[in-house]
Each structure stands twice: as structure tokens, then as C-alpha cells.
């Protein structure tokens, strides 16, 4: 594929965008290169709805294919939660900072065995044209009680691979993208867009 707009703000996911795609697209926009592009509210409530709202909505603006994603962590003790809300678990401003205490506080005291949570991507791949496709991806762990690491974004720090024993934040980048759900989902996305 020659372009594809990545319709995120965050840096972090932009440059894994970036690393992974490598090799399958020639071109990947921001909507930096966009700057009259129309937010969308993320108000749906599943991450699939979210990321085809995003992707459809900047694939009419920009007459471009468009590559969006909803993702977050779903703690199985929170029922879930935050889920859908992982960006703006401690408000509509919050910093991940904010974000990973408020995680913290609502599982003080919370034993080990009981941490257990995943997180979840939805990739959503869509055409000016309003053709969509989704592409699901999932990595089970387990929640610590303090961060670990200096790398990755958002909950990285505090989520921590079992298989490997580092959390998101200690793991290389290229252990984090083959194996996180935006990887796992990614791959998929790769091998559609391989066979085009």
C-alpha cells in the first residue's frame, strides 16, 4: 500500500504503527499532515465501534485509506474496567500518570492471584468509500502493584507478561510488538494488506 493515515494523536502508538507496518506501506500519515481533521468523540462502547468511528470518519475527510484502533485494559477484579475508558479512566484530561494511580487505588489490597486482566485492540482499516474491516487482538497478564520500566505508554508499567516475567514497559520493542494485542492484530492487518 502506498499511504495510510494512522488516525492517532498519541506518538507512542504512532511510532509501533510506524515499526510495524514497516515493509507494507510506503507512506504513513498522521493526522499531523491533517491539521484541519475533525476530532471524533470516542463515545461508542466497544472498542470496535470506537475505532471505526475514528477510521471511517477521517477516510471521508481525507480521501484516504485510514488505520484507527480503540484498545485499553480490561481488569478482570473491576468487572472489565476501565475497558473502553482506559484513556480517561481518571478524567477526560488524564495523564497516564493519573491514569495508573487511580488503577493502583482501585486495586489496593488486591491479592495476586486476583490481579489478572488483559489488554484488548481493535484495529479498524477503512476506505473513503466506507469499507471497513476490524482486526481483534488479546494479551492476558497481570496487573503489579508498582510500576516497572521506563519504555512503552499508558499502563505498560504496571502490566506485566507472565511468560517473560518484565512488564510491557521492560520488554524490547520488538518483544512488545510481536507478542502485545496491537501486534497480534497488526499481523493480521499485515497479511490482508500483503495479499491486496
Known sequence: MKELLVASGNKGKLKEFAELLRGVVDTI???????????????????????????LSAARFTGKPVLADDSGLCVDYLGGRPGVFSARFAGEHASDADNNALLLKELSGVPREQRTGAFHCVIALCLPDGTCQTFDGMLAGEILEAPRGQEGFGYDPLFLVPEYGQTFSELPMEVKNAISHRGRAMQMLKETLSSR
Open 29 to 55: 500519515l498522521s493526522p499531523a499532515d491533517f491539521p484541519q481533521l475533525p476530532d471524533v468523540i470516542e463515545d461508542g462502547d466497544t472498542f470496535e465501534a470506537n475505532a471505526i468511528k475514528k477510521a
